[in-house]
C-alpha cells in the first residue's frame, strides 16, 4: 500500500467531492412541488427513465460478467494481472453508478425547476444548474477517487488500466443505448406530431413526447457523462503511464523518486474538482448566460493557478533529473495552451451549429427547396466544418508537443517529454470537465422543465423564463458534445502514446536507461510500405463507417417502430386528438427501450472484438496502424455527423423563432432536423467513445498479444475463429430479438 502525500489527497478531494454531490442532491430534492399535475407528467419521465436503465444495465451486466471471466482466465494463465480484473470491475461499476446518479438527481430536478419558474426564476435556474453539477462533480469525483485508490494498493500505472476499460465498456453501452432510444423517440414524436399532425413541442396529446423527454436524460444527461467519465479516466491513466515511462525507463529515475511526476495528472485533476465546486457555487446572476458564464470563467482561472502552484511544488524539485530547468514552466504552458487551444474547437462549433450565424441561416434558406435541398445543404457544411477543426486539434497537438520537448529537433531525449506535453494538452482541456458537464446536463433539465409546464398547462404561469434557460441549455449542451469531440481524438491521441511506450516496455524492444526518439521511431516498426501495414490502416478506416451504420439503423429501426406506435394510437383513438384523452405514454417509452437495448450491442462489439482480432492475429504493430486509422477516420466522421446534425436542428429552430411553424419550410426543416438527429445524439458521440475504448482495450491486453506472437499459426486461428463464431452467435440473436418486437 502506498500512502504518499499527493496520492491521499487526491483521495480526499475525491470523497470531498461526493460529499458536495450528496449535499446537491439534498438541496434539489427539498424544494417544493406543489402542482399536482407537473408531478404526475415527471413521475412518467422519471418512471420510463429508470426502467431504461435499469433493462439497460442488466443487458451490460451480462457483458461486465463476460468479459472479466475472460480476463479472469488471462489471469489464471499469468498472461495478465489479477488487478487489470479489479481494475475492469471498479471502472464499470462506477461509471453505471455515475450515470444513475446523474440520471436520478435530473428527473428531480426538471418539475423542481418547472414550480421554480412560476415565481423566481432565478431559483429555477439555481435547481437546474445544480441539479446539473451533481453529475458533473460525480464524474469527476468517482474518477479520481476509484484511480487513487487503486494506484494506493497497485503502486503501478500500467496495472489500472482495467479501469479505463471498464468505463470505456460501460459508457460505449450507455452513448449508444441512450442515443438510440433519445432518436427514435424523438423522430417519432417529430414526423407524427409536427409533420403529420401539426402539433407543438411536448404536445401532451403526441404518444411519444414522455418517451421524447425520458430520452434527454438516458441519451443527453447520462450518456453523455459517461462519454466524458471515460475519457476523462482514460487520459489520467495514459499520462500516468508516459510518466512512469519517461521517468523510469527512459531517464532511469526510481520510482519512488518519480512519484510526483508520475501522479501528477491526478493531483491537478483533483484540482479541477476543486475549481469545478467553486464554480458550481458562483453561479447566481439573474441572467442565466451571465451565470454560467462566470460559473466557467472563475472554474478556468482556479485551474490556471493551482495548475502553475501543483506543477511548480512536484515538478520543480526533480527538474535535475531531467536535464531541464524549465521542464515544470513547460508542462505548464503546455497544459494551458492545449486548454485554450482546443476551446478554440469549441467556438468554431458554435459558429457552424448557431442559429444565428451564416451556415446555419443559409441551410434554412435552402430549406425553401423543400427537405432534399435542406439536407444537401446539412451535409455539405458538415463535411466541411471537418478540415478547420481537425486543422485546430493537429496544431493543437503539435504545439503541445513541442512546447513538452522545448526543442523542434527531434533527435535525443527531449523530443520524448514532446510526448507528455502533447498528453498534458489534453489534461488542461479535460481539467474543466465538472463544470462542462454541470451546464450540459443542465440543458435537459431545463429542457423536461419546459415540456412539464406544456403539459401540465403551466405554460402561461411560467412565461418566457423556462424558454430561456432552455435556450441557454440548447447552447451548453452544444459546447459539450463539441468539447466531448476535442477531449475524444486528444484522448485519442494520449492513449496512443501511451499505447506505444507499453508496447516497448513489455516487448523489452530498447533497453531501459538508453533510449532516444529516433531509436522509438526505430523500432516502432510502422512502416506504410509493409503491405500489412497498410490493411491495418484499411481496415482501420472502414470500422467507423460500419460502426455509424449500425448506430444508425438502430435510431431508424426505433423511430420507425415509434411513427408506426403513435399513429396506431391516434387512428385507434381519435378522442386522443381532440384532447378528450390522454395517450398510452409507456408503450412508445417500451419500444424505444426494446430497440435501443437490442441494437447498441452490435456496434459496442465492433469496438471490443476488432482490436482483439488484429492483434491476435497480426501483432502489436499492425494493430497501432489500425489504431491510427480508427482514431483520424472516427474523429473526422465525427466532426462532420455532429455539425451536420447540429446545423440541421438549428435551422429547424431558425424557422419557428421566424414564426413559420406549421408551414411547408418548417415541415422540411423538421424533416432535415429527423435526418441530423442520429448523426448528433447516436452516431457521432458514439464514434468517441469508440476511439477510446479501442485504444484502452488494446493496451490492457498488449501481454496477450505478445504471448500469443510466438504460438503456431493454426492456434491464433482458433481464437480468432472462436471470437467470429461468438460474434456471429450474438448476431443471431439480435436479429431474432428485432423479429420478436
Do not use: Q
Given at each position: 500500500m502506498l500512502l504518499e502525500p499527493h496520492l491521499v489527497f487526491s483521495t480526499i478531494v475525491g470523497i470531498v467531492g461526493l460529499i458536495v454531490v450528496f449535499f446537491l442532491r439534498s438541496w434539489v430534492k427539498k424544494q417544493p412541488v406543489v402542482c399536482e399535475k407537473a408531478k404526475e407528467v415527471s413521475s412518467w419521465i422519471k418512471s420510463g427513465a429508470r426502467a431504461f436503465l435499469r433493462r439497460e444495465f442488466m443487458t451490460i451486466m451480462y457483458f461486465i460478467i463476460a468479459i472479466a471471466i475472460v480476463l479472469g482466465a488471462l489471469a489464471f494463465l499469468h498472461i495478465l494481472e489479477i488487478h487489470i480484473l479489479i481494475g475492469f470491475i471498479l471502472g464499470s461499476i462506477l461509471s453505471l453508478l455515475m450515470a444513475y446518479i446523474g440520471m436520478e438527481t435530473?428527473?428531480?430536478?426538471?418539475?423542481?425547476?418547472?414550480?421554480?419558474?412560476?415565481?423566481?426564476?432565478?431559483?429555477?435556474?439555481?435547481?437546474?444548474?445544480?441539479?446539473?453539477?451533481?453529475?458533473?462533480?460525480?464524474?469527476v469525483s468517482l474518477a479520481v477517487l476509484g484511480l487513487s485508490v487503486l494506484y494506493i494498493f497497485f503502486e503501478s500505472p500500467s496495472l489500472i488500466v482495467g479501469f479505463g476499460f471498464g468505463a470505456s465498456l460501460s459508457a460505449l453501452f450507455a452513448q449508444l443505448g441512450g442515443g438510440i432510444f433519445t432518436k427514435a423517440a424523438d423522430i417519432g414524436a417529430d414526423l407524427v406530431g409536427k409533420v403529420e399532425k401539426k402539433l407543438e413541442e411536448d404536445d401532451p396529446r403526441n404518444a411519444a413526447v414522455i418517451a421524447?423527454?425520458?430520452?434527454?436524460?438516458?441519451?443527453?444527461?447520462?450518456?453523455?457523462?459517461?462519454?466524458?467519465?471515460?475519457?476523462?479516466?482514460?487520459?489520467?491513466i495514459a499520462i500516468m503511464i508516459l510518466g512512469f515511462f519517461i521517468a523510469v525507463y527512459v531517464y532511469g529515475i526510481s520510482v519512488e523518486v518519480a512519484l510526483p511526476f508520475i501522479i501528477l495528472p491526478l493531483v491537478l485533476a483533483s484540482m479541477g474538482i476543486i475549481a469545478s465546486i467553486v464554480g458550481v457555487f458562483v453561479a447566481k446572476a439573474k441572467?442565466?448566460?451571465?451565470?454560467?458564464?462566470?460559473?466557467?470563467?472563475?472554474?478556468?482561472?482556479?485551474?490556471?493557478?493551482?495548475?502553475y502552484v501543483a506543477i511548480e511544488l512536484m515538478l520543480t524539485p526533480i527538474e535535475p533529473l531531467f536535464n531541464d530547468p524549465l521542464f515544470s514552466e513547460r508542462i505548464f504552458l503546455a497544459a494551458i495552451f492545449g486548454l485554450v487551444g482546443s476551446l478554440l474547437t469549441v467556438f468554431l462549433v458554435l459558429y457552424y451549429t448557431g442559429y444565428e450565424n451564416k451556415p446555419v441561416q443559409d441551410i434554412a434558406d435552402a430549406a425553401k427547396g423543400g427537405a432534399a435541398l435542406d439536407i444537401l445543404s446539412g451535409v455539405s457544411l458538415g463535411m466541411e466544418s471537418a478540415f478547420p477543426e481537425a486543422v485546430i486539434i493537429g496544431l493543437v497537438m503539435i504545439a503541445s508537443f513541442f512546447i513538452g520537448a522545448g526543442t523542434f529537433s527531434l533527435e535525443g531525449l527531449d523530443p520524448i517529454k514532446g510526448l507528455y506535453g502533447a498528453a498534458m494538452g489534453l489534461l488542461g482541456l479535460l481539467s474543466m470537465t465538472g463544470i462542462i458537464q454541470t451546464s450540459d446536463t443542465f440543458g435537459p433539465i431545463v429542457d423536461n422543465a419546459d415540456g412539464i409546464a406544456t403539459m401540465s398547462g403551466l405554460g402561461d404561469k411560467v412565461g418566457k423564463s423556462l424558454e430561456t434557460l432552455d435556450a441557454v441549455g440548447n447552447t451548453t449542451k452544444a459546447l459539450t458534445k463539441a468539447y466531448g469531440m476535442a477531449a475524444a481524438l486528444l484522448t485519442g491521441i494520449a492513449v496512443l502514446f501511451a499505447y506505444i511506450a507499453e508496447v516497448i516496455r513489455e516487448k523489452g524492444l530498447l533497453e531501459a536507461g538508453n533510449i532516444t526518439f529516433e531509436k522509438i521511431l526505430e523500432v516502432m516498426a510502422v512502416n506504410i510500405v509493409?503491405?500489412?501495414?497498410?490493411?491495418?490502416?484499411?481496415?482501420?478506416?472502414?470500422?467507423?463507417?460500419?460502426?455509424?451504420?449500425?448506430?444508425?439503423?438502430?435510431?431508424?429501426?426505433?423511430?420507425?417502430?415509434?411513427?408506426?406506435?403513435?399513429r396506431a394510437q391516434f387512428r385507434e383513438n381519435p378522442a386522443i386528438l381532440e384532447g378528450k384523452a390522454l395517450p398510452d405514454y409507456a408503450r412508445s417509452v417500451d419500444i424505444a427501450t426494446k430497440v435501443a437495448l437490442v441494437d447498441m450491442i452490435m456496434p459496442t462489439l465492433i469496438g471490443v472484438f476488432m482490436p482483439i482480432i488484429m492483434g491476435v492475429t497480426f501483432g502489436v504493430f499492425i494493430l497501432a496502424a489500425y489504431l491510427v486509422a480508427l482514431k483520424i477516420v472516427s474523429a473526422l466522421l465525427a466532426i462532420f455527423q455532429f455539425n451536420a446534425g447540429g446545423a440541421l436542428d438549428n435551422a429547424k429552430k431558425l424557422i419557428e423563432i421566424k414564426g413559420l411553424k406549421g408551414t411547408d419550410i418548417h415541415a422540411a426543416t423538421v424533416i432535415g432536423d429527423t435526418f441530423g438527429d442520429p448523426l448528433k445524439d447516436t452516431a457521432g458521440p458514439s464514434l468517441h467513445i469508440l476511439i477510446k475504448l479501442s485504444n484502452i482495450l488494446s493496451i490492457t491486453l498488449i501481454p496477450l498479444f505478445i504471448a500469443v506472437e510466438n504460438y503456431p499459426l493454426h492456434m491464433k486461428l482458433i481464437v480468432v475463429i472462436t471470437i467470429i463464431v461468438t460474434w456471429i452467435i450474438i448476431a443471431i440473436f439480435t436479429r431474432y430479438l428485432r423479429r420478436k418486437m
Open positions: 435530473a428527473t428531480d430536478a426538471n418539475v423542481r425547476t418547472t414550480e421554480a419558474a412560476r415565481k423566481d426564476p432565478l431559483k429555477a435556474f439555481m435547481i437546474a444548474y445544480r441539479g446539473g453539477a451533481v453529475t458533473g462533480l460525480s464524474l421524447d423527454l425520458v430520452g434527454d436524460n438516458v441519451g443527453d444527461c447520462a450518456g453523455r457523462a459517461s462519454d466524458l467519465f471515460e475519457s476523462f479516466s482514460d487520459n489520467l441572467n442565466p448566460t451571465k451565470a454560467v458564464t462566470v460559473s466557467y470563467l472563475v472554474s478556468g482561472i482556479i485551474v490556471v493557478v493551482s495548475f509493409n503491405p500489412l501495414i497498410l490493411f491495418g490502416l484499411v481496415i482501420g478506416a472502414a470500422v467507423p463507417f460500419l460502426f455509424s451504420a449500425w448506430a444508425i439503423k438502430g435510431a431508424t429501426r426505433g423511430a420507425f417502430h415509434v411513427v408506426e406506435e403513435v
